[in-house]
């Protein structure tokens, strides 16, 4: 079981199994969007704001 | 024996989408690149290592990132899934209006103006309600529905202020009472992979905004629109959003050329992101021949 934590909160958050670098995950405690950035070590760092052009 | 193909990934973040692609790629035994659109770059004088991929799926984010590094690609002979001229019609809202018309596929009444006055007079025409898009953008973000001319004039005095350049071009719709729901259907090439319904209370039905998905069954009516749809942007990978409007049937809303799945796939059952790796290979094997 991996935890890293909250850059934001500072809370412990668990990295599920098969979770991807570049892959979004949101803090349970203060809500906040969260990039994987590497998974060994894993760290994780605030999530870029959505731009304007993002989509589909 | 064949060389093994090589296939790049272009991604921004990894969604739910990006990791069954990937999986299906590894189940594949693909070799396949992740390119990382905020890593990359590209130098102009020096193509050769683009051009050791046999295609590149185009999975930006952001439009502008994917647009222009298809381009890139594109200019030099490196096929892409998505091309560069399907992406920069449906990237655009009223491009894709645009060429919807000249193939005389239905749409959902449209008119374009350049000034907060002429929009409001393109309003005033329509009466109310009407609903105003920017021309570049998605997940249902930024769409205003005016309901009467004071919010009109507010909401058109805030888009020529606050707003880029870009929302100075004024796309109005004509405010459709669909029945709580929309289809997106999924193509591949030319056929109509699988379809959904994406349902809310809300006037905007888009699962990115908590719109729920049912299976639809992909009727005559909707596989030909859906085939003339794709090919009049110019096809590929693409989902076509159709909305039932009372009175002129099915119409197509919009054509996305990155499109997201998270709900398609699992509603339908339909593996999505083997049908994508599947094409993406078969255009890297059609280009090579």
Request: net charge negative; with cysteine; aromatic share 6%.
């Amino acid at each position: 079981m991996t935890t890293v934590s909250c850059p934001e909160c500072a809370a412990d958050i668990t990295l599920d199994e098969g979770t991807e670098v570049n892959e979004i995950i949101v803090c349970s405690d203060c809500g906040v969007d969260l990039e994987v950035t590497s998974l060994n070590p894993a760290t994780v760092e605030l999530a870029p704001m959505e731009e304007e052009d993002w989509g589909e | 024996m064949q060389p093994r193909l090589k296939v790049g990934v272009l991604y921004s973040r990894v969604r739910v989408e990006e990791k069954w692609i990937f999986a299906a790629m590894e189940k594949q035994g693909i070799d396949y690149e992740r390119l990382d659109d905020r890593k990359i770059h590209f130098d102009l004088d020096d193509p050769a290592p683009w051009r050791t991929f046999d295609v590149v799926l185009e999975r930006s984010i952001s439009y502008n990132s994917g647009l222009y590094a298809l381009r890139m690609l594109n200019a030099w002979g490196v096929p892409t899934v998505n091309t560069a001229a399907v992406a920069e019609v449906c990237g655009d809202k009223l491009t894709t209006s645009a060429m919807l018309a000249r193939a005389g596929v239905p749409q959902p009444h449209n008119k374009v103006a350049f000034s907060p006055e002429a929009a409001l007079d393109a309003i005033e025409e329509f009466g109310y309600p009407v609903v105003l898009k920017p021309m570049v953008g998605s997940w249902g973000r930024l769409l205003a529905k005016i309901n009467d001319r004071d919010a009109a004039e507010a909401v058109l005095e805030h888009k020529s202020m606050l707003g880029s350049v870009q929302h100075s071009v004024f796309y109005i719709q004509e405010y459709i009472k669909k029945p709580g729901r929309d289809i997106r259907a999924i193509m591949v090439g030319d056929r109509v992979l699988t379809a959904i319904y994406r349902k809310s209370e809300h006037w905007i039905t888009n699962t990115a905004r908590s719109g729920e998905g049912e299976i639809c069954p992909i009727t005559p009516e909707i596989e030909a629109l859906c085939l003339k749809a794709a090919s009049a942007v110019g096809g590929g990978l693409l989902a076509v959003d159709l909305v039932e409007h009372p009175d002129k049937g099915l119409v197509v809303n919009e054509i996305n050329h990155t499109m997201e799945f998270h709900s398609a796939q699992p509603v339908s059952g339909v593996n999505i992101a083997d049908e994508i790796v599947n094409y993406v290979v078969q255009v890297a094997k059609a280009a090579g021949s």
